[in-house]
């Protein structure tokens, strides 16, 4: 789907390395998650948005939404092999019968020592 | 386990031949989804069920493909004359409850079923 783009497709990150990866929406997003997947994996949760300006953090993970609800971005600090594996930013577009998401194309991350 | 749970983990089909994907949600919850990612993309929306209603088949590509959850838990997604576009991982998700307004359900997906057709 085109309506949510992320950025970069793909990023290579030496370990210890901060990054950042986009994810944007030309709509008002009703909840934006952000999912990890490995290969041959299904997604893992990392974390939900909701609120205009809202930011959560998991241990060096920390996602943050606009205020605006159209673009968010999830930032690694000190990178670590272990972060290494697709990035998804879903998207609930506000659909009154379903909470269906919409996905992003993901962001491909490899780390290396 | 706990969690979702699909089945075959890995189909090779013959084009033509029709497929059965089963998907065990994490028992108790309402919702259950469909998703198809193809290699190098995100998922899309297939379907949606709440309980044993489907509410939401507009990601379905063709009538070719048919999903059921004639009991509210265990849903299968059934391809027909299987063609190789089919060729992608089917992912199933299932969430709490449909909640609507503004209090949103993480949607906790199993591992995929990859199909294959020659």
């Known amino acids: 789907s085109q309506e949510l783009e992320q950025s970069p497709q793909s990023l290579i990150v030496q370990e210890g390395k901060n990054l950042t990866i986009n994810c944007t929406s030309s709509?008002?997003?009703?909840?934006l998650y952000w999912y990890k997947q490995k290969y041959g994996e299904g997604l893992i949760f990392l974390m939900m948005?909701?609120?205009?300006?809202e930011e959560k953090s998991h241990e060096k993970i920390t996602a943050k939404l606009d205020e605006k609800k159209q673009q968010s971005s999830l930032h690694i600090t000190a990178s670590q092999p272990s972060h290494a594996g697709i990035y998804l930013c879903?998207?609930?577009?506000?659909?009154?019968?379903?909470?269906?998401?919409?996905f992003g194309t993901g962001t491909r991350l490899q780390v290396f020592p | 386990g706990a969690g979702v749970s699909q089945s075959p983990r890995y189909k090779v089909a013959k084009r033509g031949q029709d497929v059965a994907l089963r998907c065990d949600p994490i028992?108790?919850?309402?919702?259950l989804f469909w998703y198809q990612q193809a290699l190098g993309q995100g998922p899309e929306f297939l379907t949606y069920?709440?309980?044993?209603?489907?509410?939401?088949k507009s990601g379905l590509p063709s009538d070719r493909f048919f999903a059921e959850r004639p009991e509210g838990s265990v849903s299968t997604l059934k391809i027909q004359r299987t063609q190789q576009e089919d060729s992608a991982v089917y992912l199933c998700?299932?969430?709490?409850?449909?909640?609507?307004?503004?209090?949103?359900?993480?949607?906790?997906f199993g591992p995929g079923t990859r199909l294959t057709v020659l």
């Open positions: 028992s108790g919850h309402v919702s």
């Open positions: 998700a299932s969430s709490l409850a449909r909640a609507g307004g503004y209090v949103y359900n993480e949607q906790f």
């Open positions: 069920f709440q309980n044993e209603a489907q509410l939401d």
């Open positions: 879903g998207a609930d577009m506000g659909k009154e019968n379903t909470d269906k998401l919409i």
């Open positions: 948005l909701q609120k205009g300006g």
């Open positions: 709509k008002t997003l009703y909840g």
